[in-house]
Structure formats: C-alpha cells, structure tokens
C-alpha cells in the first residue's frame, strides 16, 4: 500500500510472546472440580465463545497494545511550518586600508581583526540564525547566501584572509575605496529575493528600485506595494565592518550618480523594518549619514554606529550581539514536508475501550451469561 510504513517494526516481535502467555493463563488459572459431561447432557455445555471469551479477549487486547507500539502509518500528509529565525548579513570591509597594522607592536591587519571579530561573532550566535557574507572594498562581492551551515561561513572568510593568497582576497585588496553603499544594497537585494513569494520581489522591482536610489539623499522612495505595508524586514539586520569613511556614495561617483545613495539605503531600511549597524574602526562617518541613522519622532530606531579609534575587539561584538538579541524573528522560511498518518493514538484507544468493554461484561449481572 503505498505510504504505508511501521515507526517501530521489531515492536512486532512482541506478538510471538501471545501464545506463551496464553499457556501460562491457561496452567495458572483455577479449576473448578467438576466430572466429566456425560453424552447425553453435551447440549448444555459452554458455547464456543464462552469457552474461549477470557483468550480471545485477552489475544485482543494484546494485539492491539503491540500494534500502538509498532505505531504503523497508513498514508502520508503535507505538512508546513515555518522556521522562526534571523537574517543577519555580515558586510566587511576589505579594501587596502584593511591591510594597515593593528598597532605598531602587531603583525595583525585590521582587516584580520576584523575577520577575528566577525569569526567570533558566527560562533557566538545560535544555530536558528541565517547569515551571509559580503565583503566590499571599491566593489561589493557577495561570498555565501543567507545560510545556516556555520563551517561554510568559516571557510568563506579563510578565502579573504591576506595569508590565504586567494584570487578574490588580491582582487578585493587592490580596490581602494570604500564602497559601504553596494554593499549594504547588495545585502538588500539577498533579503528581497528570498521573501515568502507573497512579499518576493522581482529581479525587475529590484532593479527599478535600485535606480530610484540613485537619486538625491532624502528623495521618497518608490517603494513597490508587496513590501509598502507588510514591513518584510522584521527579524533582519545588516552588520557593516569598516576601517573607511562612510559617504552617501563614493566620491568618484558623485558626479556619474552611478551607486546608490547610502542615505536613500537608510531611509528604505527605515520603511522596511531590517536594522542596520555601522563598526567604523578609525574611520569617519558622513555626517549626512549620521542623521539618516537618528530616530526621528514619527519613525523607528534602525540601528546605532559604532566608533572606535581602537581595532575591532570583543566588548565590541558582544554589544552588537546584544543588540542583534533584541530583534523579533521573522517567519519567512516556510518547511514543507510528508508525514505518515500514523495510527497510535486510534489503537491506544481501541485498547482500552476492550479493556473497558471487558469490565462491563464481567461487572453487570445481566451480561455475564454473554
């Protein structure tokens, strides 16, 4: 029968212990000393069923408690939950100014601290937390997907370390902007593309709005009506790690308007829900970009700057990781699986339902001839 299938099938060993215990019943039980019937007077002995109600009871009964343990499951059903989790997408800052010393007394780059920091904030955050990767210096790459597996985030960051020699590493490190804007947008466009397909957007809408923020700092945003009011962001948050100054957009393209403008990011972050942290090792932060980061009166906190003249160190982390706590998790990730019917709880009660039936029988006078 297709679906069918038994939870525990050597439960069903069980059932071979039946006749031996019937045997035992049978030698234990009490015998009343009654001779023989004579021939004449076999009409008036027990009836089939009342010679064998006790057994046939009892084989009942036992059957039916193995077959709860055996649990078996006639078909299957589709079963959907939803994972409550938080997307965190890590953004880091690889440019040629990562490659600075720590100190004088160092052999660390800020850009190894801060892979230290990063590293150490993964271990810390639980295993129901999705992260990506990002790492940017004049252009944003993104190194893994939102993803649960902990070991492939590692080796992901392993890839940008400057020891590691790797072609993306030497490519990353040659540009020598700061480039926080992609970045953040590119860790945007990750959240958008994998909404619940109600909340999905497009590669099309993507796009279109990703030309919208170009404009002007504080220009509306178009923003299209799947996400306008249903505030997909909730549980989502970006990490920025820069040693850089942090502009609306990179000064070369001031002029050409060819990235988005960090501010108009801030300000669709605000709409949106997803939070947004900002670790500046040394570096500055734009003073336009400081005020889209304030809560104004009629809209909420997206998340706080860290600066530090010092390299990235725990305290740090930890208080990022306190803030990250704070954050609601999202239901976006939908588990669809089949599941066996299963027959337990039927059998379990058909169990002592005889069980009950047998206590009636034998407790009311006018059934025990039965």
């Excluded at 597996?149 to 960051?157: G, I, M, V, Y």
């Excluded at 400057?162 to 480039?179: M, Y």
């Excluded at 996400?227 to 942090?246: N, S, W, Y």
């Excluded at 947004?276 to 500055?284: D, L, N, P, R």
């Amino acid at each position: 029968m297709p679906g069918f299938e038994l939870q525990y099938p050597l439960a069903l060993l069980l059932l071979l212990l039946a006749p031996l215990f019937l045997v035992l019943r049978r030698h234990t039980r009490r015998k009343l000393p009654f001779p023989a019937i004579f021939p004449e007077m076999a009409s008036l002995r027990p009836s089939f069923w009342k010679r064998n109600y006790n057994g046939i009871f009892f084989s009942l009964v036992y059957a039916c408690m193995v077959l709860s343990l055996v649990n078996p499951g006639y078909s299957k059903e589709t079963v959907e939950d939803f994972i409550e989790s938080k997307w965190l997408f890590l953004a880091l800052d690889m440019s040629g100014s990562m490659k600075r010393p720590a100190s004088r007394f160092s052999d660390q780059s800020l850009g190894d601290l801060a892979l230290d920091g990063i590293t150490s904030f993964i271990d810390m955050r639980r295993d129901k937390d999705y992260i990506g990767l990002v790492a940017f210096s004049s252009y944003a790459k993104l190194l893994a997907p939102l993803t649960f597996d902990k070991e492939l985030l590692r080796a992901k960051l392993d890839l940008v370390r400057s020891k590691s020699h790797s072609r993306i590493a030497r490519e990353l490190g040659a540009g020598g902007g700061t480039n926080a804007s992609e970045a953040t947008w590119l860790c945007l466009s990750a959240f958008f593309s994998m909404l619940p397909e109600e909340n999905r957007l497009s590669v099309e809408q993507i796009a279109g709005m990703r030309e919208f923020l170009l404009g002007e700092p504080g220009a509306l945003l178009d923003i299209p009506q799947k996400i306008r009011h249903a505030t997909p962001g909730k549980g989502m948050a970006v990490i920025l790690f820069t040693d850089g100054r942090i502009e609306p957009t990179q000064r070369a393209h001031v002029q050409r308007g060819g990235l988005p403008n960090l501010v108009n990011i801030i300000t669709l972050m605000k709409a949106v829900g997803v939070r947004f942290y900002i670790i500046s090792v040394g570096g500055e932060i734009d003073a336009a970009v400081e005020k889209a980061m304030q809560p104004t009166t009629d809209e909420p906190t997206v998340g706080r700057i860290f600066v530090t003249s010092r390299g990235l160190d725990r305290e740090q982390i930890e208080e990022v990781y306190r803030e990250i706590d704070i954050l609601e998790t999202n239901r976006n990730l939908t588990r669809i699986t089949l599941q066996p019917r299963w027959t337990r709880w039927p059998l379990t009660l058909l169990t002592f339902g005889l069980m009950a039936l047998h206590l009636v029988l034998r407790s009311l006078q006018g059934l025990r001839k039965l």
